[in-house]
Every structure is written in C-alpha cells, then in structure tokens.
C-alpha cells in the first residue's frame, strides 16, 4: 500500500533552457488512480517510475523561458511534466507539450477536455458501442472519468444508473448531473437496487472499480451486453491482487463482450473529441466539476485521497496562477 510516506520533498535549480527547448512553469498538476500502478510495477503501456526520480503526472503549465521556435514566452501547455514546479521540455517524446488557447477555465482542460473526459468519451461510444436508449451503469460515477461517462449516456438519451459511495455524490449525481438512479454501495444493497433500476438488464456497464461489484453487476448484463473496463480502483493500493469474478461464465451464456483499453490509442481523434466535448460544455449539456486542492506540497495527501473516496469529480493541485504579463 502506497501512503504519503513513500514520497519526499526534493529541491534544486532548474536549468536554462538550451537551443530548442523551453521551460514550463507549472500551473496545475493532475492526479489519477492509473499513476498508482505507474509507481510500483510496469502496466505494459507507460515505464515505471524509477525511485528517487519525479513523479510522472499530466499538467498544465505556462511557458517562462522559451529558445524553440514553436513555443513563446507566456503560452499555455499541456504535457506530462511531472510533480515539479518546473520542467524543462523540447516539444518531443516524454518532453513534449500540447499549446493551446483556453476558452474555459484551465482546470477544464486536465478533466473533462483532458485524459479523464478523452477516456470517457472513447471508453463509452468506441469501446461501448453505446447505443441511444440503451441502459447504462457506470461505476465509480461521482469520480472524474465516471461522471463524464454518465453525462454522455445521458446525452445519448440512454437509461443512466450511477453507483458511487456516499449520500452527498448520489445527490450530486441525481439531482446535478440528471441520472435516472444511483446506488450507494456503502449503505444499499447493490444487487437489489439493479434489480429494481435496470428491470431488463444492463446494455452498458462502464467499469472504473472492478472488483467484487463487476461480479454483481455481471449478474445484470443483459444478452449481447458490452463491459468497458476503464479502471479497477478497488484494488489499486491493495497490498495483494484482488480475486477476480467467480461467474465470469455469464460472458458465454449471454454473450456479453468484455474489453479494456487505453486512451492514448486514440490519440489520432483527440481533436475530434475535444470539439464534441467543448461543445457539450459550452451548451451546459455536459456539466464539469473539480476538487483542487492548492499548493504543491499538498500532493501526496491528494493523491492518497483517491483511495479513500474523497473526492467528488477531477482531483487535481493548483501549483500557481498564470502570470498575465506574458
């Protein structure tokens, strides 16, 4: 299990930048469960994290020192620029950086318009298939991949059950983002409750848990049903691996298709779906909400929160503002 402890403190100059690189002050740092595997195995698609190095993470950052040609002084960048203040970047590989020109809020843009609303979007209508009308559960539905997922069955016009812990985000997911129902795994009876919300099973479940809620709600799926395998935080930060699902023979008899997947796969469209994204935000009908946390030596607390529950949408840190004299 990974705690606060495991992390420290380290302090040094940056360099300057040299021809044809640039310096990125960070402005805000993203925090996920899928960095938990990153830190202490090799998930297959992102190198571990070596010991005594800088946390790898998404961020958003303005450039401050700037000798590259395709980067000014002042623009705003996403990239993976780690838990630092500032990062010394070149625009390739592990050092590259996306600029872009706001038009919402900068949070936005490590949320719903970043990796977490990019993995709902994919991970629902490609992986999905989701059709209009359909009946669609998504776990963890009150996190931030979660809540995006539901928006957007919703917005398909499907049938929207949300399971999520805790009286205030069924709350939040019933009467903010307009679901159908939720479930409170803490205090209700899970099984019951599908019984009663998706009386003709489940077309779509959107998985970010796994775990022994994937064995329930397997008992829910409906024939020709599609499970989208997003995350397993459940089991995360669980000091063994978790057993899997004893009535995985549900996916033969009623010929439901369970497949995982990676967002960066469908980098070729991200563009396309940022535009559908912000679309749906700028007409309200996609709603976006962010826990921020401020000051750069909050992170590990942040980041041990995710699995506790904590939180309530896109956890993330606000390191600094961006300086409007750029």
Not at 13 to 23: A, H, M
Not at 172 to 183: C, F, K, M, S, V
Request: proline residues 6%.
């Amino acid at each position: 299990m990974v705690t606060c402890d495991h992390f420290s403190y380290h302090e040094q100059p940056y360099s300057s930048p040299g021809e044809g690189e640039f310096v990125v002050r960070t402005l805000y740092l993203s925090v996920d469960p899928a960095m938990r595997g990153w830190i202490t195995e090799d998930p297959g698609y992102f190198p571990p994290v070596p010991l005594d190095s800088v946390m790898a993470a998404p961020a958003l950052g303005q450039i401050v020192e700037s000798r590259h040609h395709d980067f000014n002084v002042g623009d705003i960048v996403s990239g993976m620029f780690g838990w630092q203040d500032y990062c010394v970047g070149n625009g390739r590989g592990s050092k590259s950086a996306h600029k872009f020109t706001p038009i919402h809020p900068l949070p936005r843009y490590l949320g719903v318009l970043g990796g977490t609303g990019l993995t709902a979007y994919f991970g629902l209508l490609d992986v999905g298939r989701l059709k209009t009308g359909e009946t669609v559960v998504v776990s963890g539905a009150a996190g931030a991949t979660g809540s995006v997922a539901a928006q957007i069955a919703k917005i398909r016009q499907c049938h929207t059950i949300g399971i999520a812990g805790g009286p205030d985000k069924c709350t939040w997911l019933r009467d903010e983002l307009g679901l159908d129902g939720t479930i409170d795994y803490k205090s209700e009876h899970v099984d019951r409750r599908l019984t009663e919300l998706c009386p003709n099973g489940i077309n779509v479940f959107f998985d970010n848990v796994g775990g022994d809620l994937l064995e329930v709600v397997l008992d829910h799926m409906s024939t020709w049903g599609r499970i989208v395998c997003c995350g397993m935080i459940s089991g995360y930060n669980a000091d063994r691996p978790q057993p899997g699902p004893e009535n995985l023979f549900r996916l033969i008899t009623r010929r439901v298709r369970m497949e995982g997947f990676l967002v960066p796969d469908y980098a070729p469209r991200f563009k396309e779906a940022r535009r559908e994204l912000s679309a749906w935000l700028a007409t309200g009908a996609l709603k976006s909400r962010e826990d921020i946390r401020v000051g750069f030596e909050t992170v590990p607390t942040t980041f041990c929160d995710l699995f506790t529950g904590a939180n309530i949408g896109k956890l993330m840190v606000k390191v600094a503002d961006p300086n409007p004299k750029h």
